[in-house]
């Protein structure tokens, strides 16, 4: 449990890391999108060299899975590319709360009615104070930038 939640936090501060990187990257491009196509294409030749060398272990094509469950790069793209235009505006504090709190909420849209087969898990009392919390923060980090 200690294990899976310290590399949930670790992978938080790597989308902190890489937002930072692709908006600067965009900023000497002068093109968010294009900045986007090169956070893509980097991450397709390491991740396609981690399969190919056997990280993570055997595997099998996906290319039977429904046609649906290949829609996880294009939410990816679309994060990476929305990011590069907000982050210039909020800030990377800002807009990486605001990212988490979407994350929260979608998560638990999907956990409480149990969409895209995942088990249902009924929202309780501690998820709505994370989720008011966390909003709080993202309004405070705002605020500050817009300063």
């Known amino acids: 449990m200690v294990a899976a939640l310290l590399g ?46 056997g990280v993570g272990g055997l595997a099998s094509a996906p290319f039977e899975a429904p046609l649906w469950m290949f829609l996880g790069g294009a939410v990816g793209a679309g994060y990476v590319t929305a990011t590069l235009f907000t982050a210039r505006a909020l800030g ?15 998560a638990r849209l999907i956990d409480a009615f149990g969409l895209l087969g995942q088990s249902v898990r009924a929202v309780s009392i501690p998820d709505m104070i994370g989720a008011a919390l966390l909003l709080g923060a993202v309004v405070l980090l705002a605020r500050e930038r817009s300063r």
């Open 8 to 53: 949930t936090l670790g992978a938080g501060l790597g989308l902190s890391v890489g937002l930072a990187f692709n908006v600067r990257l965009a900023a000497h491009a002068r093109h968010a999108v294009l900045a986007s196509l090169v956070n893509f294409a980097v991450g397709f030749a390491l991740t396609g060299l981690l399969a190919l060398l």
């Open 92 to 106: 990377v504090a800002a807009s990486t709360a605001g990212v988490t709190l979407g994350q929260i909420l979608g």
